[in-house]
Every structure is written in structure tokens, then in C-alpha cells.
């Protein structure tokens, strides 16, 4: 049965598997956008089958603020996101109703294959759109294109069958009255609904053709499935976000010509978004002694392997100091690409990194690094190098950099 559907996936208009996904203007339901944004690809899907799974779940978010919250857990692949189709949610304005009215909303779904899509081909339509808004540089065609396109891609589905049904029990003095109804996902009053039966038909032979999605997984930016050239350009018309930053205060012991290497306290999400590569994560850190009369001086260095955290590399630059105990301040701030190619961030601050790859020579104390920053562009500039790997102990270390101008451009100087 699995390759008769594979093959018949593209055909099956009511999934709508080549469409992008959005949330609906209130919040409620998963809708499906207008405009087929990609095509599948058939050796890029997998299927499995479950085998005579059936799942009855009570729903418990009473609040739309309850349901907001699954949704952030959603969009960051941090939950999964049953389809309530047409159905709509009213249960969410039950903290609105009278006290002698009690609600509960049941899913009963019938899973029957998972899909799991490992790769999407944008369609010339989409593709096309893209670049005339990159070449416009303008934000609110690309708030047009979420609009036409939908915002997201689940890469992960599940195919079967649902019936939601709506216990409301009312109480009036010492009289109470109960309703129950079954619907399905287009919103359908199911009478007379008998479940052995309902859950029988989803197993004839061709009764994939009447399966709905009734799970989404692991959601994609819509923007993610295009390739890497043109999500760079977008990168560019968003610019570098913040993603975290943190002030940590602790005592250290810091002689001179011994490194300290401190871990920086991140939390899980964010370490989760700097390991994807399309985040391009740089860090900035800055660390001074809280007891400014002690005139110390450090230098810092970001180390970051590839594929490990980042730490940071902090020496004491003075030979001769009576106070090698320290209370550190360290600053530090975490900057990415904005993958969630947020458009809506107007006034928030829009940062550009440049790297310059450093290699020092025997005798070279200075090294001058020329970027393409307009001056009359940017207001201000921090610097910080980066390892890749620990320095030699007999090597140099560089010990500062300043910046300069030169005519209508920004230069950066080092010295080690």
C-alpha cells in the first residue's frame, strides 16, 4: 500500500502537501495558504505505516493564552500540533463563560502513516517572488509572501482519521443538561456517529484517499527550503539579531601568561540555534575587574570549535600585579542570522558582522584589517578574536585592536 500512496501523494489536492502552512488571524487553526509553494519529492520522503493505533486525548488548554504558548512550542519543534481543521477552538474563551457551564473537547484520531519529508523543490512562482523582493529590498512584499505562500512547512505528518467531539454540560439549580457532538475536521456534524464503524473504514484498501492530516511535526521556515544563495541575500536584508546576552560576575585567580578558558551559561535553545548553520553565530564578550582601583587589564578571546560551544579565553596582561585574585564582570552577547526571518522587527537593532581571517607572521606585531563599513552607515563597532583551535603557548597572543578611519571607511588594527 505504501509505494500505491506514495505515488498518489501529489495527487491528493485535500492534503495540501505542497502548500505552506500559517496560523489563522486569531490564532486558533493551522490554515493551509492559497498558493502551491513546492513540489515533493519522491526519494526525498519516507513512510511508515502505524498499525491499529488509536489514540482518544482530552484537550486541556483552557485559555487562548494556554494555546498561544503550545504554538511558540510548535513553531520552535518543541511540540507537536494536532489539526483542529474547521472546527475551531471554542473551548479557548471558556474562562469567559459562566461557572455553570463545563466544556471538554476530545481528539480521537486514528494515525495511519507518518510522513517525514527530507527535502522540498520551491516552485518557479515562489522562487520568482523571492528574488523580486530581495531585488526591491523591501519588507512588506515579503510579509505579501508569507501571506500567498503560507509562513511554514511541516517536515513531519500524520496521515488518518479524526472526530473531535464537544461535551458542554449546563447546570441550573438541581437540573443539568448535557450535549454531546461529534465532528470531523471540516467541521461536519457526524449524527448518529458510531466509532467501531468510523474507525473501520479507515482500513479498506482504498481509504487513504479519504485520510487527513491530522498531526504536523517539526515546522520549517518556508524560507528554509530555498537554496542557500538566496536565503544568505535575505540574511542580509534582515541583518544580524541579538539572540542572548547575559552579564556574569565571579572570582578568579589570574597570573600572567596563564589562560583562563570559562564556559558561557547558555541556555538550551540558544545552543540549539547556534548549531544550525544557516545562524552563522558570532560572540562578542567583554570582561573587566569589578574593583576599578586595582587597575587591571585583561585581553579576551572567543574560542569556538566547530560543531562545540563557545567559551571564552580570558589572560591577564600585566607582568608585574599584587592583586592576582579578581572579581570578574563578563559581558557577552550572542548574535545570528535572524532564521525565523522575522519581517515585523522594525525597531529593533540591525547588526552586520565581518570576519577577517588572521594568520600572524614571525615578526609581525600590527596587522590591519580593511572591512566594506561605510561610515556614515553605522554608529558604532566592537571587535573580538576568535579561535578555532587553542594557540601554541609560545605564540603571541593578540592583545587588542582599536578601529580608524580612513576617509569614509572603518579599518581594524591589532596588536599582539
Known sequence: ????????????????????????????????????????????????????????????????????KEIDKFLNAEADMKNFGSF???????????????????YLSVPKLFLKFYKFKPTQEFTEEVEEAIKSNDREKFKKIYKKFGEFVPTEIILGGVVICSYVRSVSGTFSKSLKKYNNLFGDYLENFNKDKWIKSLDTLDSYKTWECIEFRKPMNIFLILNIKLRKKIYEILGKKILYSEIIENNYRLEYGVQKIIELPLPERVLKTIKKEDAECSVFA????????????????????????????????????????????????????????NFNRVNEMHLKVRYQDYHKSNNQELYNFKFGFNLNELDSFLGIPILRELNNKDESIIIGHYFSKNDNNIEANKRS
Open 88 to 106: 475551531g477552538i471554542d473551548f479557548l474563551n471558556a474562562q469567559n463563560e459562566s461557572k455553570e457551564i463545563e466544556k471538554k473537547l476530545t
Open 1 to 68: 500500500m505504501i509505494t500505491n500512496i506514495k505515488n498518489e501523494l501529489e495527487n491528493l489536492e485535500k492534503l495540501k502537501l505542497e502548500f505552506g502552512r500559517t496560523f489563522s488571524s486569531d490564532g486558533i487553526k493551522i490554515e493551509s495558504a492559497d498558493t502551491r509553494g513546492f513540489t515533493l519529492l519522491k526519494d526525498q520522503i519516507e513512510l511508515i505505516e502505524f498499525n491499529n493505533s488509536i489514540y482518544e486525548d482530552i484537550i486541556e488548554f483552557n485559555t487562548k493564552e494556554d494555546w498561544i
Open 286 to 341: 567583554t570582561v573587566v575587574d569589578d574593583d576599578e582601583k586595582r587597575n587591571n587589564y585583561f585581553d579576551c578571546q572567543i574560542y569556538f570549535p566547530r560543531n562545540e560551544r563557545p567559551r571564552l579565553i580570558i589572560h591577564r596582561c600585566q607582568r608585574k600585579h599584587k592583586h592576582p585574585k579578581c572579581k570578574l564582570r563578563i559581558g557577552f552577547m550572542i548574535i545570528v542570522n535572524d532564521i525565523d526571518f
